[in-house]
């Protein structure tokens, strides 16, 4: 693949397990404030930090998102770096992995106000800083994301942090999952593509 014209580009790691609609709208709403060219989903291949848990094959989880994003315009894009990746899915590889790809592009990191809390239990944190800005998606109705924490094991974050507000969306993927096993309706927070997909690949019962 030829290399892009640098710009600017959200990363958006997760489990995805399933993508919901939370995670489109997070990542729109970065595009929108930060004026992102582009928003790169990237489905963990081994997410090491929910292995207390039974977690959809990470091949499963890469069509679950290619899936929700096909509607969404090139702006949206799925990634299959770490799926592909053997070993943990540490963010600050793909990170390296991207800027080796293309090294003029400028890039944040997308996430919630809870996992920015959860930051420092990252693995090498300060890498991830460093190789990229923050952009902390933050809900109405709940208190503004402190730092302080984060800022005594990340030093320096608060400079490389950017906020993004995001409309109040009542959406887990472990209630998706539930009402997937219970026969229950998914519209619209489980985008109908994703659960067509979900259905035909028999996941979650």
């Known amino acids: 693949m030829a290399d892009r014209v640098p710009g600017r580009v959200g990363v958006m790691g997760g489990t995805f397990d399933p993508p919901h609609l939370a995670h489109l709208v997070a990542g729109a709403a970065a595009r929108a404030v930060l004026g992102l060219d582009r928003v790169i989903f990237v489905p963990a291949g081994d997410p090491w930090r929910k292995r207390w848990r039974p977690v959809t094959p990470p091949a499963y989880r890469l069509r679950l998102v290619e899936a929700a994003l096909e509607p969404l315009g090139s702006w949206a894009e799925a990634s299959a770096l770490e799926v592909e990746r053997p070993g943990p899915s ?67 974050i608060e400079a490389r942090l950017d906020r993004v507000p995001m409309p109040a969306l009542r959406v887990s993927a472990s209630d998706l999952r539930r009402r997937v096993r219970g026969g229950l309706p998914t519209s619209p927070l489980l985008p109908q593509r994703v659960r067509r997909l979900v259905d035909e690949l028999g996941l979650y019962r």
């Open 90 to 156: 540490y963010t600050w590889e793909t990170l390296a992995e991207l800027e080796r790809e293309n090294p003029g592009e400028e890039r944040w990191v997308v996430l919630g106000a809870d996992a920015l809390a959860d930051l420092p239990d990252w693995h090498r944190p300060r890498e991830i800083v460093a190789r990229a800005r923050i952009a902390v998606v933050e809900r109405p109705g709940l208190e503004e994301g402190g730092t302080g924490a984060v800022q005594g094991a990340v030093p320096g």
